[in-house]
């Protein structure tokens, strides 16, 4: 049986929230291995971890992230 309403969602902020989603979990992903190897003394992953050319593609992905939310309120306000 369908339901009676409509299913309007925006494809935009349906992928914000998967961009968002897998970035929370990348950034799990390398907190957690900053700790397990700085916790067994591997610092040569400390030092790839901490490194500015990993940063910079964070904050490069969080810009992208933070200008897709604001293209989809954009166009969720503009429906």
């Known amino acids: ?3 009676s309403f409509k299913d309007n969602d ?7 929230c998967k961009g968002l989603k897998y970035f929370m979990l990348a950034l799990l992903g390398v907190a957690l291995a900053f700790v397990v190897s700085h916790t067994f003394g591997a610092y ?8 500015a050319g990993l940063w910079l ?4 992905i969080a810009i992208s992230l933070a200008c ?3 293209i989809a309120m954009i166009v969720e306000s503009w429906s």
Do not use: D, H, T, Y
């Open 1 to 3: 049986m369908k339901p």
């Open 10 to 16: 925006n494809l935009l902020f349906e992928w914000f």
């Open 44 to 51: 040569m992953i400390v030092g790839l971890l901490l490194s």
């Open 57 to 60: 593609w964070v904050v490069r």
């Open 68 to 70: 897709l939310f604001a």
